[in-house]
T-cell receptor, first 116, second 114 residues
Framework: GENVEQHPSTLSVQEGDSAVIKCTYS??????FPWYKQELGKGPQLIID?????GEKKDQRIAVTLNKTAKHFSLHITETQPEDSAVYFC???????????????FGKGTLLTVNP | DAGVIQSPRHEVTEMGQEVTLRCKPI?????LFWYRQTMMRGLELLIY????????DSGMPEDRFSAKMPNASFSTLKIQPSEPRDSAVYFC????????????FGNGTRLTVT
């Protein structure tokens, strides 16, 4: 099955700096890579996703890059703010027309702390 | 939309007691997932329902765990008897039938078994 490794497990940055979280996946067939943000006491919420036919996607201060050859994908947050402090999870899934396209495999998470 | 609704938010029970966690998925979503989150193991998929039918329960830890989805708007996860090692946050998530649709999580139930 798919295995997703996520690094670092904790990340502390100063407000205004950039933050980068990296993930690798094992199944080259995976073609959908979402990122989730989990705030204290809440469930994970989707913040951005990327499909394998795209190398980069950006949404305001958040961007995700994908390297299919290396099986790497990364989350980039620019101009970080204290409200960006949370746990971030990467995930990978094979989306196909068959019946096995439900399983989303998560990384172990990164605790991001943005210091004012 | 109110999102995925889980109840209770917190549950404290004694070892050996039965625990029932409840979930109302987003209206119109046809897939429902139960996850367990712990510091040691992260997010683990317990069971997946599609159109109210259990498709994959290979993540259910043991026979003490059971899940049902009697209709499209309600699901339960039951632990009987509960044990201290079941202490975790349990999340329910739902998704629409669109192939690339994301998971929508509830805010979870924090279960403590003493």
């Amino acid at each position: 099955g798919e295995n997703v490794e996520q690094h670092p497990s904790t990340l502390s940055v100063q407000e205004g700096d950039s933050a980068v979280i990296k993930c690798t996946y094992s199944d080259s067939a995976s073609n959908y890579f979402p990122w989730y943000k989990q705030e204290l006491g809440k469930g994970p919420q989707l913040i951005i996703d990327i499909r394998s036919n795209v190398g980069e996607k950006k949404d305001q201060r958040i961007a995700v890059t994908l390297n299919k050859t290396a099986k790497h994908f990364s989350l980039h947050i620019t101009e970080t703010q204290p409200e960006d402090s949370a746990v971030y999870f990467c995930a990978a899934r094979l989306v196909s027309g068959g019946g096995s396209n439900y399983k989303l495999t998560f990384g172990k998470g990164t605790l991001l702390t943005v210091n004012p | 939309d109110a999102g995925v609704i889980q109840s209770p938010r917190h549950e404290v029970t004694e070892m050996g007691q039965e625990v029932t966690l409840r979930c109302k998925p987003i209206s119109g979503h046809n897939s429902l997932f139960w996850y367990r989150q712990t510091m040691m193991r992260g997010l683990e998929l317990l069971i997946y329902f599609n159109n109210n039918v259990p498709i994959d329960d290979s993540g259910m830890p043991e026979d003490r765990f059971s899940a049902k989805m009697p209709n499209a708007s309600f699901s339960t996860l039951k632990i009987q008897p509960s044990e201290p090692r079941d202490s975790a946050v349990y999340f329910c998530a739902s998704r629409s039938r669109d192939r690339f649709s994301p998971l929508h999580f509830g805010n979870g139930t924090r279960l403590t078994v003493t």
